[in-house]
């Protein structure tokens, strides 16, 4: 219990530093949001009204102050561009991108553990040369690319979805799924090569281990010795990395978002910063932070929770 409490008030103060340096950054950026704005119709005494209307005419610490209790609060301010309050604008994005990534997530899991137990069982042979170089192309090759690809040969050839054209999340459900499953695959399958990877050098690294040698000198089979030991000594590894895993997506979806024609926060992310819409584009970064940090903070309490070292570690 006070690993957890620890790590939930380590998660908050990390929070507050991201949001203060957040403000700081746009705060030190050259250019005006008042005159980004108004554009060719800016006049000394426009840009002096749009200012107090925004509130970029009182000192920064007060800003700042005003900015967190609002988040806090609920109260994420308005956006200078869409003129309507930031929560509105995000939530629907957000909904879009949490769904992708999640699937991405679940996809990952559901196909890298499994092969990578698989591909252990074939080590030293001519297929593992093969699975090698495979996995290794799918580490390298970007996941614009093979969205690109997918967005032709299954969108286009086989119109199983429009490109381009992303259905409403709550009305047509299926639909969205559907597209977001193609750009999922898109998003996982570098990173699914890369668990294919960790946790095959893992389970060869337990499978070395003296305990794994005298539990099959005794008589065990080696598949049950596998299956009850070495990959329950593994799952911290695999959970740390698939914690690792889930914080990675939030920024990869950017790119896929772009290329599917995905409505999420990515593509928001983008046009904010263009156009200097700071309250969107800093609600965006704690928002996009705070997933990363969450998804490290859920891994470090499931461990806790699977390794008993661990778990008396945190008690001290």
């Known amino acids: 219990m006070k690993y957890a409490l620890k790590r939930i008030l380590m998660l908050v103060l990390t929070m507050v530093i991201v949001s203060f340096l957040t403000f700081l950054a746009f705060e030190l950026i050259s250019g005006d949001p008042a005159e980004a704005k108004l554009g060719t119709e800016a006049t000394p005494e426009r840009l002096a009204a749009l200012r107090h209307e925004m509130g970029l005419d009182r000192p920064f610490p007060v800003r700042y102050v005003s900015w967190l209790a609002g988040f806090v609060s609920g109260d994420l301010g308005t956006s200078y561009n869409y003129d309507m309050p930031v929560w509105e604008l995000i939530a629907p994005k957000l909904e879009v991108t949490l769904c992708l990534c999640l699937l991405s997530f679940v996809l990952i899991t559901a196909v890298s553990i499994p092969l990578a137990i698989w591909s252990y069982r074939w080590t030293g042979t001519a297929f593992d040369a093969v699975r090698t170089a495979f996995n290794q192309l799918c580490m390298a090759v970007p996941?614009?690319?093979?969205?690109?690809?997918?967005?032709?040969?299954?969108?286009?050839?086989?119109?199983l979805f429009i490109p381009g054209d992303f259905p409403d999340l709550r009305t047509d459900f299926g639909e969205a799924v559907?597209?977001?499953?193609?750009?999922?695959?898109?998003?996982?399958?570098?990173?699914?090569?890369?668990?294919?990877?960790?946790?095959?050098?893992?389970?060869?690294?337990?499978?070395?281990?003296?305990?794994?040698?005298?539990?099959?000198?005794?008589?065990?089979?080696?598949?049950?010795?596998?299956?009850?030991?070495?990959?329950?000594?593994?799952?911290?590894?695999?959970?740390?990395?698939?914690?690792?895993?889930?914080?990675?997506?939030?920024?990869?979806?950017?790119?896929?978002e772009q290329v599917f024609g995905i409505p999420g926060l990515g593509r928001l992310l983008v046009y904010s910063i263009s156009n200097r819409d700071y309250p969107v584009v800093e609600t965006l970064v704690v928002i996009l932070a705070f997933w990363v940090v969450l998804a490290g903070t859920l891994a470090d309490l499931i461990n806790q929770r699977i390794d008993p070292r661990l778990r008396l570690g945190g008690a001290v």
Do not use: W
């Open 143 to 159: 996941p614009f690319f093979t969205g690109i690809l997918m967005s032709y040969f299954f969108g286009i050839v086989m119109r």
């Open 178 to 256: 559907t597209h977001l499953f193609f750009a999922a695959i898109c998003l996982g399958i570098p990173r699914a090569a890369m668990t294919v990877r960790m946790m095959r050098s893992t389970v060869i690294g337990e499978m070395q281990k003296a305990y794994v040698r005298t539990a099959i000198s005794r008589g065990n089979d080696r598949r049950g010795v596998l299956t009850r030991h070495v990959l329950k000594n593994s799952l911290t590894s695999a959970v740390t990395f698939l914690g690792q895993t889930m914080a990675e997506l939030i920024g990869g979806s950017v790119v896929v």
